[in-house]
Every structure is written in C-alpha cells, then in structure tokens.
C-alpha cells in the first residue's frame, strides 16, 4: 500500500493540475483549496481548446521533459506536453493475430517514441498509469525489447544510455524511412525545430566525411560532436544506406554542404576584430 501511494504521488507532481495549482499558489498568493479550485477550471478550459488538436485513440498527458536530468524533484522539472495514441488501427490486427501479449509491447513501445518525438519521457510509472498494466508487466516488457537488442527510451533508459543522444537517432530515422518532416514538425512543435534540423544536418556531415574516408577524430574536429554520437550516426548510417533510402539521403547530404559554405562564405565575409565595423 505504501508503495503504491508513493507511485500516486510521483504521478500527480507531473500532472497539469499540479503544475497549474503549484503556479497559482506562489505567483498568486492563493490557499492551497482556492489555486486546486480554480486550477480545475483552468484545465477544463484547456482541456476543450485542445481536444480537437487530438486524433482519434489520442489523449494529452504531460511528461518529463527530455532534457531534465535524473535526480531533480519532478515538482520542479519542466514538463512536454504530449499526444499519445492508446488506441491506433492497428492494434486491432495485432490484438487478433498474436495476441494480448504482443498488444502491449506494441503500445509500449509505441507510447515511449510518440513521447520522444515530442520533447517528453515517459518513466515505466507513467506507462503502468497509462495502460493499466502492472509496473512487473511493464518492465518485463522492457526486458523483451532489450533481448531484442532494442532499448526503448523511457525516461530511466535514456539516462542509463547517456542524455542528450539516443532520442536523435528515432527522429533521423523516421524522417529518412518514412518522409514524414512535417508530421514529425507538428507533433514537436516550434519548440523542436531547430534541433531536428541540427541533427539531420550533423547527421548527413557524417555521411559525406565517412565517404570521404575521415576518421572518427578528424569527424569531430570538423562537425563539433563526440565521438560516441558519430559513432552512433556510422550505425545508423549503415542501416539506412540502401537503395530505397537513396534520394533522401543525397538530398540530407546536398542540403548540408550548402548549410556548410553558406556558413563558411558568411564567416570569410565578416569583418574581423578590429576592423572597420568588427568588434571592439
């Protein structure tokens, strides 16, 4: 019992309403009933703005964000909204072709890449909440796709594998299998733009320089980026490099070179200090 009252508590610290009645009670000055009161009201008013942004099977819960690191109180980290399909087409053909047991591996590893794509992390607490599933069942799942040579990014993985990589790799992937910028642009919002666009840029700098025989080192000191997150776009250069991938990948590397001399001609071009109009 103890247990699972603690598990409730870390649940509602990541909740809106909490975030909401947190706000309210020290930018306002408000009692703890008055801000749960009219944090209420608030997130009904939020709640039917947003509906129609959802597609169907779809709900919005908060998650940690991605760049929160372990070991913070969640009360005080910043949160990502997310759409998470609980409910998708296909889950009916896995449901009655493999089973319940494959049915929820597919949602769990579905709802932990909708999260990622989105900004967010969810923890093997959120998924157990989400899916009515026990936390045993929930980590037993995650045991399967670690069998399987996959690490499904909760929120645990991602600071075991090493923050700030792993969530590159699903978004260079999907963009590159399955042409879908645009659908990967709204589920991440304004906010996730210009990253996306910095790892597909890093990534296609690591094609050309493979191609062109440079070293791991050499990479680094032209790109700017570890030697492990090459070493992990060289992985992933390897799955997608073949023939059906072919144009998109000529075009991520077409569009990085001309990123490169741009920024290179705009760098010659500036006034060096000192100079007229340089700085001072």
Known sequence: MLRATEEFSRLHEKSPLHAIQLEL???????????????????????????????????TYQAIALDEPAGKPLAECRKANVHLTLMAEEDRRVWAQ????????????????EALLQGGALSQEDLACLLGFSARSVKRIFAYYRQQDQRLPSRGELHDIGPGVSHKIPIIRKYVQDLSFSRISRSLGNHGLDSMSRYLRHFALVMILQDRGLSRTQMQSVIGISENLIAQYQQLYADLNVPENARVLQRLRQTALHVQSATAGAASSSPSPGEKGGAV
């Open 98 to 113: 493999e089973g319940s047991p494959a049915l929820r591996r597919l949602r769990v590893y579905r709802l932990v890449h």
């Open 25 to 59: 009670q020290q930018g306002y000055s408000l009692s703890p009933v008055e801000a749960l009161v009219l944090a209420r009201r608030v997130q009904e008013l939020i709640d039917e703005r947003l509906g129609g942004a959802r597609d169907q099977g779809q709900i």
